[in-house]
């Protein structure tokens, strides 16, 4: 079966693609902001609800699992039953979790409203990407368009800080939750205006079964052995029995694409260098971002002993400087090609966090973090553009949503990783529960994010070398 298309061509006017550029660049920052925002409300809602002990951190990890776990299959339905349509529903799926999720009376029905607002989020924001690379024609305008998308993401992490803070001292934190619903209402309203239906051409509509139960399952295992670790610990029963599920599911899900007749994952998308190298880069680096900003925020509130409100206000500087290296990145890759744009973003990274691993008991934000943050922030930008454009560039229109569900997923489960990785080696290191053993423990996690990011940039040096410059 043949079914019809659409493409950029669709959007001829600026201003049309304009339009869908922000209402997309939205529905980003929405579910990043929506991923982060609970982090400085996580006390009122243990103390709220009443969680036990521990419990608070699945308000964080249900989402994360039904986000990380879903992408795939959320990217491949749109593919199949068209992209403006599935957008549109997991939007609105998104809202009204985000209503229960305001209104829940137990902690149980919070960790559960969570979770399907992670699935909703696993469906809108790889639709989201797709939607606009079928939008802008591969090149110099679609390179722009990722970059601002990169950049909306980093302001909605920081916009989480910011938020998160003040509204939950002056209106409680149920007002984190209220806040997605006149934001989905007003995506769902004017998507049918902005955006055009664009669907995969296939001659089934199969959405591959076995291979997406397989793939969910396995990185629903994933990410559950990751967020656990640093209580259960590494080396424990849990954690190396999930992870060896994880790899045999993993296996099991590549056996199954080789021979399925219309496979979730074309074998073909993981056997190209360019999208397996610029989906390890940006794994690495949501790794390192997402793992620094963590132990930023347990040193500042921790041992400096800032407000939530002041803290947010302190770290808009890293990304406002990561939207300046988003466009700079675009522009440069663009020249140069993905690789030395992504090396050199990681090698900044890599510097930025070597410079905080020297954090004292008594630091200052001027004297001890901004230097680290003013060369952490423009790589962060430079790396995530490159290593998306690296990763979608020459990706067949049908696989666009697929292809977009990998590259959310890596940059997604990269930060599960590095947040239990800095967990973990901070957890091991402090020496005793004062700010001089906390501090011991975080300078040890800014250097785990360090040796990410060398790990990263190896991997951009030698996986993305294939890696063709883009043409105008």
């Not at 036990?52 to 986000?67: I, N």
């Not at 919070?110 to 090149?139: H, K, N, W, Y």
């Not at 002041?310 to 890293?318: E, K």
């Amino acid at each position: 079966m043949s079914v019809t298309t659409a493409s950029s061509a669709t959007l001829t006017t600026p201003g049309c693609r304009r339009g869908a550029l922000v209402l997309l660049c939205l529905a980003g920052f929405m579910v990043i902001l929506d991923a982060q925002i609970v982090v400085l409300a996580l006390p009122s809602i243990a103390e709220g609800l009443d969680f036990a002990p521990g419990g608070a951190q699945w308000v964080m990890s249900a989402y994360l699992l039904g986000f990380g776990g879903l992408l795939l299959l959320g990217g491949r339905v749109a593919d199949l039953l068209g992209r403006r349509r599935v957008f549109m529903t997991g939007t609105l799926l998104f809202g009204l979790s985000s209503l229960l999720c305001g209104f829940a009376w137990s902690a149980g029905v919070l960790v559960a409203a969570r979770a399907v607002q992670g699935v909703s989020a696993a469906v809108m924001a790889p639709t989201a990407l797709a939607l606009l690379i079928d939008t802008f024609e591969e090149g110099p305008e679609r390179n722009k368009a990722l970059a601002i998308w990169s950049g909306s993401g980093g302001f909605g992490a920081t916009a989480a800080l910011l938020i998160g803070g003040p509204l939950t001292d002056v209106l409680g934190w149920r007002w984190i939750f209220f806040l997605n619903v006149p934001a989905a209402l007003l995506l769902v309203t004017l998507s049918p205006l902005l955006l055009r239906e664009s669907r995969a051409e296939a001659r089934s509509r199969s959405y591959d079964p076995s291979g997406a139960l397989t793939v969910t399952a396995a990185l629903v295992a994933c990410i559950y052995a990751v967020v656990e670790a640093p209580r259960a610990g590494w080396l424990s029963a849990q954690t190396v029995g999930l992870l060896a599920l994880f790899a045999t599911l993993a296996l099991l899900f590549a056996r199954i694409e080789t021979r399925a007749p219309e496979p979730l994952v074309p074998p073909r998308l993981l056997r190209s260098r360019s999208v397996s190298g610029g989906n390890l880069v940006v794994f690495l680096l949501g790794s390192c971002a997402f793992g620094m900003s963590f132990t930023l925020s347990q040193y500042g509130q921790g041992v400096l002993g800032y407000s939530p409100l002041w803290f947010g206000l302190c770290n808009v500087v890293m990304p406002a400087t990561a939207v300046i290296g988003s466009y700079a990145g675009q522009a440069l890759v663009t020249r140069v090609g993905a690789r030395p744009v992504a090396a050199v973003g990681l090698a900044l990274v890599g510097a930025g966090s070597v410079l905080l691993a020297g954090v004292p008991v008594d630091g200052g934000f001027v004297r001890d973090l901004l230097p680290g943050l003013l060369l952490f922030g423009p790589g962060l930008g430079a790396c995530a553009v490159a290593g998306s454009i690296a990763a979608l560039t020459g990706v067949a229109e049908r696989e666009s949503g697929v292809a977009s569900g990998i590259n959310t997923a890596a940059f997604q489960i990269g930060g599960a990783f590095g947040v239990a990785v800095v967990s973990s080696v901070a957890l091991s290191v402090a020496d005793g529960p004062g700010p001089a053993g906390l501090t011991a423990g975080y300078r040890a996690a800014f250097a785990a994010c360090a040796l990410l990011a060398a790990v990263g940039l190896g991997c951009a040096s030698t996986l993305l070398r294939g890696t063709r410059r883009p043409t105008g």
